[in-house]
């Protein structure tokens, strides 16, 4: 099998794995990052979502052999302590009930203000219509998001 | 200080021990008392769950840590229990730390999640669990003070004397561990609660935040291989043959074993909760060293099936149930007067049918589990809502004692009642008996949707009789698959409104798998009752609130004991909804719903607004009004509301899975819809203040969503949704244009 050399949360890492393998399961079977979750495997939920070159992307749908030298951040590296101001806001509000699916909200989230500091509700609305929360905590995803622009603001 | 109403004996759930590590260790059974005999252990790695189901360890240092009993499927019991325990000991929240009390244990727990009981059930033993606790550190301070306990106060982990002399919990430990267990502790006044009824966060937030292993799927062993299970395709097919020599050859795959005889020995004695009638066939398992090889394996499988069972479409379906309505056999739930003769002598008589498709659960993850069996030892570990069926099943199943099941609960990525069913469990435990060798049996998305223990599909007929413009009588029929409501369901609004009142109920036997879905026959029943009553209101020219109402006066005062709800409290969400929501006071432009209901011990009413964007309505707001009693957790109670408000919404809006030729027609997020965030409406909740002891919440605000987005439809549209999914039907969403006036 190919051997790849993969740049995650700022570590190189080297797997023996097949080339259609999906990044989502080299992250969670070879390297341990278990934080990015399986969700649906057709890019659909966004539970998987991970940083690509600061871009928010679909772990599950993006096969290793395509993803290069690219930076790839995790939830594990978002901040080495949980402090990114996406994390604690997230905590502020308490957004979590079975908590499975936040990691790719607060993935996707962090991605999307980076790119735009200060949403509008509407703006937001959009930025996270591709993440399906099952337990439905959409009222607090929403308002965790705008907590977090003011505090990066 | 109030005196606790309980009956039985602290002395029969709550025993002590000294760690050996240093500390105070408490055990207790929340529902059942202790064997006489049987004593924690006095080393914290042996906590044993078999008999006792929770703990509490008091450390030297007055550290308090919580084995917190129950599973934790989203509805935030891990965080609302073990705060009703450190109200009554008498701790600062921030200084306990909370543990499922499962991992690393010796045995199974024999708790469960599931008809939103988990606090109800836990309010007094919880709490006198904590009592006790404190009674006991306080006389162990009195002891060595010379004083009288009762001259003791406590706050905040510290013991307080009449001199004013302190002892914190840590330092009278030791004493405490030795001492009697007391009798007869008294129970906080509600008013004097200081945790009870302040915000507390989800306890697991920081791992959360930061992407902890924490689920099943998370969960890895030493030298663990993954199973991916191909399953017949359709509900009715059996595998015939397979050829597995494409799979074998795939990077990665180890093995490929085909399962089938134990599970279907154990369908075939009923044990466990096996409903899964895919557990008909056999099975063809692809063994590999990662999850991506395993279900990669699984699609080079070639497998032949052939019918067993007849294969179900949904228009066929729907036919059954339709010819049910209309048949004469039925089981009468309740029966109060004589329906007949009021129907004969009503001056107007309404019937409507309502409909609803089958559910998939959808939990965001999907069903896995680990099971590893060794010569000694049974290990599963994962995310089940019933461990103690499970452990019973597998244990069954292999022909193996149960006290050698060890069974670890893992946070699980949703539940609504999924994983109430062992199914997975058993797999993962016939595959790993074969194989022996340590495996996590994952589901892909596909094989979560369609091997699902699905929401069945229900169709109500209701019919009411009026004379003198009165309700004379209201008969509900219920036409389902695989099984009827049960219990206290029959009681619920309106019996008890009505003099002459009928529940008849039949069903017909599917080969497709059934269970419990989020409020379980009221998801679906609250919407047909709720549309009803806005229907009868126009039907008879009356105010649809104020019908409820004069229906509620009736039932006041009643001394029928099968009643479920109370009138009063009823009346009283009512009433508030209406207020909070600017009922019948909102400008052009914004259409109004109404829908109360009761269930799980709670009581709801809910006002969905719907507004026009771009000609299309659209649900924009719901208000909320609960009576759940106390509320322990507001912060996670209104993540509960809102959430079971907003799945409620969506799914009465989106959600349908249909058959044909047995197969489910969606397998996955592509076809099949869920709401998301721009079809989120604002949710605002407003909670009863009473000090009455605390009911269900995980349920009970999703079964009234759908009538209040419904009857809010019709106002806006002029159109009566009577079956689910609303959005399978744009041209009743078409709203009329204005005549033009002149």
């Given at each position: 099998m190919p051997k790849y050399n993969i740049n995650v949360n700022g570590v190189s890492k080297s797997?023996?794995?097949?080339?259609?393998?999906?990044?989502?399961?080299?992250?969670?079977?070879?390297?341990?990052?278990?934080?990015?979750?399986?969700?649906?495997?057709?890019?659909?939920?966004?539970?998987?979502?991970?940083?690509?070159?600061?871009?928010?992307?679909?772990s599950c749908s993006l096969p290793i052999a395509s993803v290069g030298d690219k930076a790839i951040t995790t939830i594990e590296g978002l901040s080495e302590d949980g402090s990114h101001p996406v994390q604690q806001a997230w905590k502020e509000v308490d957004v979590p009930q079975c908590g499975y699916c936040q990691a790719g909200q607060i993935m996707t989230a962090s991605a999307f203000l980076d790119k735009n500091p200060s949403p509008s509700s509407d703006e937001i609305k959009t930025a996270m219509h591709g993440n399906i929360c099952r337990c439905a905590a959409y009222t607090r995803i929403h308002k965790a998001v705008e907590v977090a622009a003011s505090k990066l603001g | 200080m109030s005196t606790s109403s309980i009956t039985f004996s602290r002395r029969s759930?709550?025993?002590?021990?000294?760690?050996?590590?240093?500390?105070?260790?408490?055990?207790?059974?929340?529902?059942?008392?202790?064997?006489?005999?049987?004593?924690?252990?006095?080393?914290?790695?042996?906590l044993n769950f078999n008999d006792f189901?929770?703990?509490?360890?008091?450390?030297?240092?007055?550290?308090?840590?919580?084995?917190?009993?129950?599973?934790?499927?989203?509805?935030?019991?891990?965080?609302?229990m073990p705060m009703l325990i450190a109200e009554e000991l008498d701790v600062a929240w921030n200084n306990v730390y909370v543990q499922q009390g499962i991992l690393d244990t010796e045995n199974y727990t024999r708790q469960l999640a599931g008809g939103s009981q988990s606090i109800r059930l836990g309010w007094e033993p919880l709490r006198q669990t904590g009592a006790t606790a404190r009674q006991m550190l306080v006389n162990a301070a009195a002891a060595r003070w010379g004083v009288d306990p009762s001259e003791c106060s406590t706050s905040e982990g510290v013991i307080t004397n009449a001199k004013g002399e302190t002892l914190g919990y840590g330092d009278v430990v030791k004493e405490a561990a030795t001492m009697e267990v007391p009798e007869g502790v008294t129970l906080k006044d509600p008013k004097n609660f200081k945790i009870i009824g302040t915000d507390a966060k989800n306890v697991d937030i920081d791992k959360i935040i930061t992407g902890k292993p924490l689920f099943g799927l998370d969960y890895k062993a030493e030298g663990m291989v993954y199973a991916s299970v191909l399953r017949p395709p359709a509900f009715g097919k059996v595998l015939e043959s397979y050829d597995d020599t494409d799979a074998k050859a795939m990077p990665g795959v180890l093995d490929v074993i085909k399962i089938g005889d134990k599970i279907k020995q154990l369908t075939k004695e009923g044990k466990g909760n096996w409903t899964v009638n895919m557990g008909q066939s056999d099975k063809v398992v692809v063994i590999a060293k990662s999850t991506w090889e395993a279900l990669k394996g699984k699609e080079a499988i070639k497998a032949k099936w052939v019918d067993g069972t007849p294969l179900e479409s949904t228009q066929m379906q729907d036919k059954k149930l339709l010819d049910l309505l209309d048949g004469k056999e039925f089981k009468t739930m309740r029966k109060d007067g004589d329906i007949k003769k009021a129907f004969a002598q009503a001056d107007n008589i309404l019937e409507r049918t309502y409909e609803s498709p089958f559910l998939p659960h959808n939990?965001?993850?999907?069903?896995?589990?680990?099971?590893?069996?060794?010569?000694?030892?049974?290990?599963?570990?994962?995310?089940?809502?019933?461990?103690?069926?499970?452990?019973?099943?597998?244990?069954d199943m292999l022909g193996r004692d149960v006290e050698q099941v060890h069974l670890e609960m893992t946070r699980m990525g949703g539940g609504f009642g999924r994983r109430l069913y062992g199914d997975f469990v058993y797999e993962v435990a016939e595959i790993a008996d074969a194989i022996k060798k340590p495996v996590k049996l994952v589901f892909s998305r596909e094989d979560d949707m369609n091997a699902g223990t699905y929401?069945?599909?229900?169709?109500?007929?209701?019919?009411?009789?009026?004379?003198?413009?009165?309700?004379?009588?209201?008969?509900?029929?219920?036409?389902?698959?695989?099984?009827?409501?049960?219990?206290?369901?029959?009681?619920?609004?309106?019996a008890g409104c009505i003099e002459n009142y009928q529940v008849d109920v039949a069903h017909y036997k599917s080969n497709i798998t059934?269970?419990?879905?989020?409020?379980?026959?009221?998801?679906?029943?609250?919407?047909?009752?709720?549309?009803?009553?806005?229907?009868?209101?126009?039907?008879?020219?009356?105010?649809?609130?104020?019908?409820?109402?004069?229906?509620?006066?009736?039932?006041?005062?009643?001394?029928?004991e099968r009643m479920q709800y109370s009138p009063e409290r009823m009346e009283k969400v009512i009433k508030t909804a209406v207020e909070k929501s600017g009922w019948?006071?909102?400008?052009?432009?914004?259409?109004?719903g109404f829908a109360a209901y009761y269930c799980h011990n709670s009581h709801v009413a809910e006002v969905a607004n719907v507004e026009l964007e771009n000609g299309v309505p659209v649900v924009k707001k719901v208000t909320c009004v609960v009576d759940c009693g106390i509320v322990v957790n507001p912060l996670g109670a209104i993540n509960q509301i809102e959430g079971g408000v907003i799945d409620g919404v969506g799914h009465a809006m989106y959600g349908e899975l249909t058959f044909a030729d047995g197969k489910p027609q969606s397998e996955n997020y592509d076809t099949y819809r869920l709401i998301r965030m721009r079809e989120v409406p604002k949710v605002e909740t407003h909670l009863i203040q009473n000090e009455l002891a605390p009911t269900g919440l995980g349920e009970p605000t999703l079964p009234p969503a759908g009538a209040a987005v419904a009857n809010a439809l019709k106002a806006a549209t002029g159109n009566r949704f009577t079956q689910q999914p609303f959005s399978k039907f744009p041209e009743l969403m078409k709203v009329p244009a204005k005549p033009i006036i002149g």
């Open positions: 797997v023996d794995v097949a080339e259609d393998t999906p990044l989502l399961w080299v992250l969670r079977d070879h390297l341990d990052l278990v934080g990015t979750k399986y969700g649906c495997g057709i890019a659909q939920c966004g539970a998987c979502t991970v940083h690509i070159g600061g871009s928010a992307v679909r | 759930f709550i025993r002590t021990s000294s760690l050996a590590s240093g500390g105070l260790l408490i055990g207790f059974n929340l529902f059942t008392a202790c064997k006489p005999k049987v004593q924690p252990p006095v080393d914290i790695s042996k189901n929770a703990f509490i360890k008091i450390a030297d240092n007055g550290a308090v840590t919580i084995f917190s009993p129950n599973p934790e499927i989203g509805q935030g019991v891990k965080t609302a939990c965001m993850e999907p069903m896995n589990f680990f099971a590893n069996i060794t010569a000694d030892k049974i290990h599963l570990v994962g995310p089940v809502q019933t461990p103690e069926f499970a452990a019973t099943a597998v244990a929401r069945p599909a229900i169709k109500y007929r209701i019919k009411a009789a009026v004379k003198d413009g009165e309700v004379t009588a209201y008969q509900l029929k219920e036409a389902a698959v695989n099984g009827n409501m049960y219990g206290l369901i029959p009681n619920f609004f309106p059934t269970g419990a879905w989020r409020a379980p026959y009221t998801n679906f029943l609250a919407f047909a009752e709720q549309s009803f009553f806005d229907e009868l209101a126009e039907t008879m020219g009356v105010d649809r609130i104020q019908l409820r109402l004069d229906l509620l006066q009736k039932a006041k005062g009643s001394t029928d019948g006071k909102q400008p052009d432009g914004i259409y109004q």
